[in-house]
Nanobody
Framework: VQLQASGGGLVQAGGSLRLSCAASGRTFSSNDMAWFRQAQGKEREFVAAIIWSGGKTDYADSVKGRFTISRDNAKNTVLLQMDSLKPEDTAVYYC??????????????????WGQGTLVTVSS
């Protein structure tokens, strides 16, 4: 699985961005997908995830109510709509994929495929 993330940029606090992750390969529809982020000097942290069917999602407490993850299996794409952005959302955002699993969607160690990351900068 190859992943290509895009959509990052500079936005003012309170603004919105939509990240996109395009996946190659025929297994996308059987993969759980997630977004993680890594701020400068910090470890990579969970943001949001969606199971292979789209029937279940999970969010970090820090983004609940502001971010929405979705997927289009016909287009091999997962989206992250980010609203009401805050300066603390500034980070490089990575999309990850794993074969469907019963493990927690926020478990970084279970995601074996990663995109190159896209930088999101939120100014105050």
């Amino acid at each position: 699985v190859q992943l290509q993330a895009s959509g990052g940029g500079l936005v003012q606090a309170g603004g919105s961005l939509r990240l996109s992750c395009a996946a190659s390969g025929r297994t996308f529809s059987s993969n759980d997908m997630a977004w993680f982020r890594q701020a400068q000097g910090k470890e990579r942290e969970f943001v949001a995830a969606i199971i292979w069917s789209g029937g279940k999602t999970d969010y970090a407490d820090s983004v609940k109510g502001r971010f929405t993850i979705s997927r289009d299996n016909a287009k091999n794409t997962v989206l992250l709509q980010m609203d009401s952005l805050k300066p603390e959302d500034t980070a490089v955002y990575y999309c990850g994929a794993r074969k469907w699993s019963l493990r927690s969607l926020s478990d970084l160690s279970t995601f074996g495929y990663w995109g190159q990351g896209t930088l999101v900068t939120v100014s105050s």
